[in-house]
């Protein structure tokens, strides 16, 4: 080797010290850049977990309401379904309720005694009205109560009064009905008015 050479490679290892503390610089300063890089992306990945968390309880307490709604709405469906049955059950209630003393009525013109042709005839007419409200009254589903010598009944029976039991017959028994009952389908229209045995 020349001694231009030697001197060359002399003046080129202050340089090439120079370029490899900056190298070594540049290396440090990227190896703070991906540590902080790690330190912050190990961040975002907590963060991300705890959002997903978040995310997941707020998904399970919507959930949780949605079932809730769904079965009260359901409830809403089964209560409104329920009234409107029973609506059409008992819609004619209240007509019936009316109709109950002209029933009442009738009756009594029939257990009146006819005595001439045209009593009898008018007799016979009120018997012919009477058997069309009954035949409606069935059709309607309203049935009679008439609990004679039935166990007395506080669900279906009235008591007016009481007397002592005759003979044969047993304590809280219906010996006399003063007005009769009415039902429509299950429900109680009007008690039977009625006198029990003590």
């Avoid at 589903?141 to 017959?169: K, R, T, W």
Wanted: proline share 3%; net charge negative.
């Amino acid at each position: 080797m020349s001694n231009t050479e030697k001197e060359v490679l002399k003046q080129d290892t202050p340089v090439q010290d120079e370029m490899l503390d900056k190298i070594q610089d540049s290396a440090d300063q990227a190896e703070v850049q991906v540590d902080q890089s790690s330190e912050s992306l190990d961040q975002a990945i907590e963060e991300a977990e705890d959002q997903v968390s978040q995310l997941e309880a707020e998904k399970e307490a919507l959930s949780d309401q949605l079932l809730r709604l769904q079965a009260e709405i359901q409830n809403m469906r089964r209560i409104n379904q329920r009234e409107r049955q029973d609506a059409a059950k008992y819609r004619s209630q209240s007509l019936a309720s009316h109709l109950l003393d002209v029933a009442d009525n009738l009756e009594r013109a029939l257990a009146t005694p006819a005595e001439s042709e045209d009593a009898k005839a008018i007799h016979k007419g009120i018997e012919m009205v009477y058997k069309q409200f009954q035949q409606a009254f069935e059709k309607e589903g309203i049935s009679v109560i008439d609990p004679l010598n039935q166990a007395f009944d506080p669900n279906f029976h009235q008591a007016v009064s009481m007397m002592p039991a005759g003979e044969g017959q047993e304590a809280d028994t219906v010996i006399n009905v003063l007005q009769k009952g009415y039902m429509l389908q299950d429900r109680v229209l009007r008690p039977a008015m009625v006198i029990v045995a003590q």
